[in-house]
């Protein structure tokens, strides 16, 4: 595990990928992670900008054909807000990702993650938002020169573990804390019934066979969430940064604590570049994985296990990329900050329920725990992953007893900057 790489093997695997602002130095595929993180090769050099092989398997694979992309995308819509597809009926996409939330939610449970279609079943984590989801990428380890360890970014989830966008919805379908069909066969059973049977086989071919037939539905709902729809752009922030609007001196001054490395920092990790007219750019995350240290949500049923851990990017299983090396445990997914204040619970946990705490948590976890912590500091990883939780930068840099990296008012600052990323009008 520890000779180091090869210049030929650096040359066939590594690419550049423009990024605009983020400049991928090195991306590491196929290699295990324990390599880099055993061994500390510091000494790949920049790959030469006409050397790009891999550029294609990195490009988002939320991208498809355009041939019947309109009717595609309506059909989507049509499943994503259909009910008959649980069981019991009654519970559609929607429910969990409700466009009045932004498209996330909880379904009607109060204590930070969603029922599932029976009473007192539960998701496993918090409904992140699907919006927006056309710009992941896939899940890729990337070192940069000078760093101590590699870093993950991309795939769906929290802890990043699929790549195609349509291979997601099935997870959901067959899961028995949410939609809860037994198998394959009893789901392709429903959609063979369903009013747009004959639609998505004219779009998609026959569903006799039931693996084709949910892998259609998969394609379909892959339609519709990347459709322009689900990425209006419509806020505040994007009409200020198109010259239509002007912050507020709040909403400003939030902006910049929101940037300012020495206080929040907050935009280290949900990237954006209010400089040029082009939101995509500013997608408030750059789909990086970090270990925030976020508490115990001690009202999950499965808490009152006291050796039940989430641990994230280390559990996540995927023979193609290594990433079960113990530095990973306690990382997520970075969620984007686009339509934030409609959410009713936040972090992968759903530890809380105010946009308050959360930037009161980030501003003072390290200078108040037992504010946040109801047992040791973060309490919500076994003793031996606590140590990989960020320290390093603004807001984490500080110790017991010191000053807040935000006061009081800054963390209101920044809560009311962080509403004019609601966009507009959801569907
Ligand atoms: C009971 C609530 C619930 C229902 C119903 C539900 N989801 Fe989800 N969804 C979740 C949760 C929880 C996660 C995060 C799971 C994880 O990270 O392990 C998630 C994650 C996702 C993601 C990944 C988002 C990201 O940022 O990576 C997509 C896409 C998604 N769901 C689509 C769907 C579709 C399509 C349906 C309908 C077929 C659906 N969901 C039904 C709760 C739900
Ligand atoms: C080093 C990277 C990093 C920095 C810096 C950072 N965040 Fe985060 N943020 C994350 C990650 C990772 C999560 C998810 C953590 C989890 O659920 O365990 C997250 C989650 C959030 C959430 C919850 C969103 C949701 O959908 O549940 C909010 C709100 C948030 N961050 C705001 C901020 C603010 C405000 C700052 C600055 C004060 C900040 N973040 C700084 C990485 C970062």
């Not at 880099?36 to 398997?57: C, E, G, K, Y």
């Not at 927006?132 to 899940?139: E, G, S, V, W």
């Not at 499965?302 to 990433?323: E, I, M, T, W, Y």
């Amino acid at each position: 595990m520890s000779q180091p790489i090869s210049a030929a093997t650096r040359g066939a695997m590594n690419a550049r990928v423009g990024l605009g602002a983020v400049t991928v130095v090195a991306v590491v595929s196929a290699l295990t992670l324990t390599h880099f993180v055993h061994s500390r090769v510091r000494s790949v050099a920049p790959t030469p900008l006409d050397s790009a092989p891999q550029i294609a398997t990195l490009k988002a694979t939320t991208e498809r054909p355009v041939v019947h992309e309109a009717a595609l995308r309506a059909l989507g819509k049509r499943i994503f807000f259909d009910q008959n597809l649980s069981e019991p009926a009654g519970t559609s996409c929607a429910s969990c990702h409700d466009p009045a939330h932004g498209f996330a939610g909880n379904n009607g449970s109060k204590f930070g993650v969603a029922q599932g279609s029976r009473a007192g079943h539960f998701a496993a984590r918090n409904t992140p938002s699907v919006m927006y989801l056309k710009y992941a990428r896939r899940f890729h380890l990337h070192w940069e020169e000078d760093a101590p360890v590699v870093d993950a970014y991309g795939g769906f989830f929290w802890d990043g573990r699929v790549d195609d966008l349509a291979d997601v919805p099935k997870q959901p379908l067959l899961n028995p804390d949410e939609m809860n069909n037994a198998n394959v066969s009893e789901l392709a059973h429903k959609i063979a019934k369903s009013e747009y049977a004959e639609e998505l086989t004219r779009e998609l071919g026959s569903l006799a066979d039931p693996d084709q037939a949910v892998r259609a539905v998969g394609e379909a709902l892959a339609a519709y969430l990347t459709s322009p729809e689900l990425a209006p752009f419509s806020s505040k922030y994007d009409r200020y940064i198109r010259h239509e609007a002007d912050l507020s001196a709040q909403e400003a001054r939030g902006l910049r604590l929101f940037k300012d490395s020495a206080k929040g920092g907050c935009s280290e990790c949900h990237k954006l570049n209010d400089t040029i007219p082009s939101p995509e750019r500013s997608l408030f995350t750059d789909y990086g994985f970090d270990a925030v240290g976020v508490p115990r949500n001690r009202k999950l049923p499965v808490s009152a296990d006291p050796a039940h851990f989430d641990l994230g990017l280390c559990a996540r299983p995927n023979p193609r990329f290594h990433s079960e090396a113990p530095e990973f445990c306690g990382a997520f997914r970075t969620p984007s900050l686009r339509n934030v204040a409609l959410r009713e619970s936040f972090m992968h946990n759903g530890a809380f329920s105010s946009l308050r705490d959360v930037v009161a948590f980030y501003a003072s976890r390290s200078v108040t725990p037992n504010r946040w912590y109801h047992g040791p500091q973060f309490d919500d990883l076994p003793k031996q992953y606590r140590q990989n939780v960020n320290i390093d930068k603004a807001p984490y840099n500080r110790h017991i007893g010191d000053k807040p990296a935000l006061n009081e008012h800054e963390i209101d600052d920044v809560v009311v900057f962080l509403g004019t990323l609601t966009d507009a009008s959801l569907p």
